[in-house]
Antibody, heavy 120, light 107 residues
Framework: EELLVESGGGVVRPGGSLRLSCAASGFTFDDYAMNWVRQVPGKGLEWVSSINWSGGSTDYAHSVKGRFTISRDNAKNSLYLQMNSLRVEDTAIYYC?????????????WGQGNLVIVSS | DIQMAQSPSSLSASVGDTVTITCRASQTISSYLNWYQQKPGKAPKLLIYAASSLQSGVPSRFSGSGSGTDFTLTISSLQPEDFATYYCQQSYSSPLTFGGGTNVEIK
């Protein structure tokens, strides 16, 4: 079974840092680009960041550029999101998602979600 | 950035109904349009990619159409498990953007 399992969420003060991890299993991890997508509870979806199969190309939403860093370790089948200078508005459920790339960018496998709360 | 406008934001329907959800992009996106279903407390699930291609394992009562700026998701013969929130997403250009969602409720 193709699975993504996130970890590392929690409560952090504004201005603080947190690192999310996403462990992949059941598929060849380095065949796929990967993404982070977030969702404020009860609200819509927001794409956060993407990384290509090798880690050599990354992209970010305007709202997190310069504060968040996406990375991957293909030897460990793992995806990461380093979040610095966190703001209250970064509070959300963070999902890692695989890019199926059947046509362009389609998120075909998702993790279970990991809640990040930024609060003083 | 490309804005995605979904309508309606919510609708009520009965089992067996045919439901249509629309998504309009703020500029042309060719067929770079995906649809997802999300149930409460769960991650989204890919239903349709490239505007009209059915994702593997998704029932054939789900269909997508459109190109350019206007797209539709149609659910034929609505089933109890189809009551959920549906999102469109453009993959034409970065930043990738989602519509605001359509909540399909039981009438």
């Amino acid at each position: 079974e193709e699975l993504l399992v996130e970890s590392g969420g929690g409560v952090v003060r504004p201005g603080g840092s947190l690192r999310l991890s996403c462990a992949a299993s059941g598929f060849t991890f380095d065949d796929y680009a990967m993404n982070w997508v977030r969702q404020v509870p009860g609200k819509g979806l927001e794409w956060v960041s993407s990384i290509n199969w090798s880690g050599g190309s990354t992209d970010y939403a305007h709202s997190v550029k310069g504060r968040f860093t996406i990375s991957r370790d293909n030897a460990k089948n793992s995806l990461y999101l380093q979040m610095n200078s966190l703001r209250v508005e970064d509070t959300a459920i963070y999902y890692c998602a695989r890019d199926n790339a059947a046509f362009a960018t389609e998120f075909d496998i998702w993790g279970q979600g990991n809640l990040v709360i930024v609060s003083s | 950035d490309i804005q995605m406008a979904q309508s309606p934001s919510s609708l009520s329907a009965s089992v067996g109904d045919t439901v249509t959800i629309t998504c309009r992009a703020s500029q042309t996106i060719s067929s770079y349009l995906n649809w997802y279903q999300q149930k409460p407390g769960k991650a989204p699930k890919l239903l349709i990619y490239a505007a009209s291609s059915l994702q593997s394992g998704v029932p054939s009562r789900f269909s997508g159409s459109g190109s350019g700026t206007d797209f539709t998701l149609t659910i034929s013969s609505l089933q109890p498990e189809d009551f959920a929130t549906y999102y469109c997403q453009q993959s034409y250009s970065s930043p990738l953007t989602f519509g605001g969602g359509t909540n399909v409720e039981i009438k």
